[in-house]
């Protein structure tokens, strides 16, 4: 299948898909590219390498799924990135997080490219992003560049690879989107990887399904491979009523050790299809339903687990569900269960196991109250107050609620749950009490590390919005961040360190002389650093520098040096 101009064509049609302009080109022995317009001219490869993906598209993530393709520059940056086709320039992001420094360029045929954690934009880009910076007094931009009528053609060098923003190592990260939707399109549907590969299948899980919508798991169910991309699982006795199934699976590319994610995915049951996972599209506005579709808690512990049920799965678009993916297994019956996945390539696998019914023992413990997943909920604990909406969580769950005393401090610790609850829909907290403009609410987690939410401070209390449930505690923060000066850096460059242990940095600002100066920030080492070429800097003058950080409590640390 290939995506044209919004539908997919099937390569059985590929002779009939030719006569349109559809052209399949082998580059460099690993891609294979793909013309999807009627003007004749080629996609090619954003870098001009082989092609190896560190990442692909929908795949499982923390908070979303993933949006495009990541990929590999061998551990190294600085590596030319081209336009894949003739396009305009239509935005630019320069950030300390997310894609980093970013570019997104428009195309003839309502596709938007991305080209994301670039180490650096090629010269006509650099110069402009330069003056809005100073225009705005900011490192952080994100602009609409269309104004500036800057194109190129099809091969012109734009950026070079980096590893900027949250970005885990050197890579790229390539996005296709439809420009009047914003929707992302699973790039593999205009480039073929080199993939002999089928995916792999580490694990089944089996999950209890309660009347109230309570999720238990069940069990692990080993596979064993009986041949390649074929697995057997065996009869496995499970407590009559609702089943859920979870899929413990990972996918490979050849020449590449990286896991990818799953691509195409269905589940039957006594030959009947309960759930169709098939990842050609999807929205930003549907991120939220990554915790629909992944085990939590298996994400957790670095397990890729896709959950073949849930509530809101058929509100995804790239879910079909039946039945909200529950399997109905009776006393005694054994119903046969089949799982079939695919990647983009068509490599397939199979696992088939059986499901039998015995005596459900579990009962409800007498007084034990549930939290349906499809009401609205007032949660009172000690001083702290929770408003969850109808819809507000995943699944149902039962009720724990108790105030726990932090040994270190004696502050109260407000605990929602057992264990960490992710939410559909945010929740309201309130924790009523007196309170400092310094005061944050924090998320504290089973070690006692705390993580600071955006926190609003009310007339008899302090409030946050939530996506889990969890454990919370209110915590004043009195403390500057810090700053440190690491002299000259490698590159001509001027290094600080910043810190903030507790709310977390909100802002910075750098001045050279009185003046605002560009300086870069790096969370993830907690590095700010500044060019010794910046306009500011004359040679032979004495420079006096000050860096002003703030936390997100409004503590404001200042130094200066001379330089």
Request: with cysteine; aromatic share 10%.
């Amino acid at each position: 299948m290939v995506y044209l101009h919004g539908k997919f064509i099937d390569f059985r049609d590929m002779k009939k898909s030719l006569s349109k302009g559809l052209i399949l080109v082998f580059l460099f022995n690993s891609l294979v590219v793909i013309s999807l317009n009627t003007t004749g001219q080629e996609w090619i490869a954003p870098i001009q390498n082989t092609i190896l993906l560190s990442g692909n598209f929908a795949e499982l993530r923390a908070t979303h799924f993933h949006s495009g393709i990541d990929i590999r520059t061998g551990g190294v940056e600085g590596l030319p990135v081209v336009c894949v086709k003739d396009g305009v320039l239509a935005r630019v992001g320069v950030s300390p997080t997310g894609y980093g420094q970013v570019l997104y360029i428009e195309h003839a045929d309502g596709t938007t490219t991305v080209y994301g954690h670039l180490q650096r934009f090629v010269p006509q880009i650099a110069e402009i992003v330069r003056k809005i910076q100073y225009d705005q007094e900011s490192f952080r931009i994100d602009e609409d560049m269309r104004s500036y009528g800057l194109t190129f053609r099809q091969g012109d060098t734009i950026a070079y690879s980096g590893n900027t923003g949250s970005s885990g190592g050197p890579h790229l990260h390539f996005e296709i989107r439809d420009t009047r939707t914003e929707y992302t399109v699973n790039p593999l549907h205009y480039y073929r990887i080199r993939d002999t590969k089928s995916p792999v299948v580490r694990m089944i899980y089996l999950y209890s399904i309660s009347d109230e919508g309570v999720v238990e798991f069940l069990r692990q169910c080993p596979v064993k491979q009986i041949q390649s991309g074929c697995y057997e699982g065996g009869q496995v006795s499970v407590p009559a009523g609702r089943i859920g199934i979870g899929v413990y699976a990972v996918d490979y590319m050849n020449d590449s050790w990286n896991k990818l994610g799953i691509y195409d995915m269905s589940l039957m049951a006594a030959g009947d299809t309960l759930f169709r996972m098939k990842t050609d599209t999807c929205s930003f506005g549907q991120s939220c339903f990554i915790n629909d579709v992944k085990d939590f808690d298996k994400y957790k512990k670095k397990e890729t687990v896709y959950r073949c049920f849930g509530n809101y799965q058929e509100q995804f678009k790239a879910i079909t569900n039946k039945n909200k993916g529950n399997i109905i297994v009776s006393k005694d019956s054994v119903v046969k269960v089949k799982v079939w996945l695919a990647d983009r390539n068509g490599n397939q696998t199979t696992v088939s196991l059986k499901l039998k019914g015995k005596q459900n023992n579990s009962e409800q413990v007498a007084g034990e109250e549930i939290l349906r997943y499809d009401r609205a909920h007032i949660l009172q604990v000690g001083d702290c107050l929770v408003k969850i909406d109808s819809g507000g969580l995943f699944f149902s769950t039962k009720k724990r609620l108790c105030v726990e005393k932090d040994t270190l401090s004696g502050r109260d610790i407000f605990v929602l749950s057992e264990k960490e609850v992710p939410l559909f829909k945010k929740a309201h907290l309130f924790i009523r009490g007196v309170y400092s403009p310094k005061a944050i609410i924090c998320e504290v987690n089973a070690s006692g590390k705390k993580f600071p939410l955006e926190t609003r401070l009310e007339a008899e209390g302090v409030s946050a919005d939530i996506g889990y449930l969890n454990r919370y505690t209110v915590v004043e923060d009195w403390e500057a961040p810090t700053i440190t000066y690491l002299g000259k850096l490698p590159g001509q460059t001027l290094g600080f360190r910043i810190k903030d242990d507790l709310s977390g940095i909100a802002a910075y600002r750098g001045e050279v002389n009185g003046k605002w100066c560009l300086f870069s920030y790096d969370p993830r080492v907690n590095l700010l650093k500044c060019s010794l070429t910046e306009p500011v800097f004359e040679v032979g003058k004495t420079h006096e520098i000050k860096i002003t950080v703030t936390d997100k409590a409004g503590n404001v640390r200042e130094k200066k040096i001379s330089l």
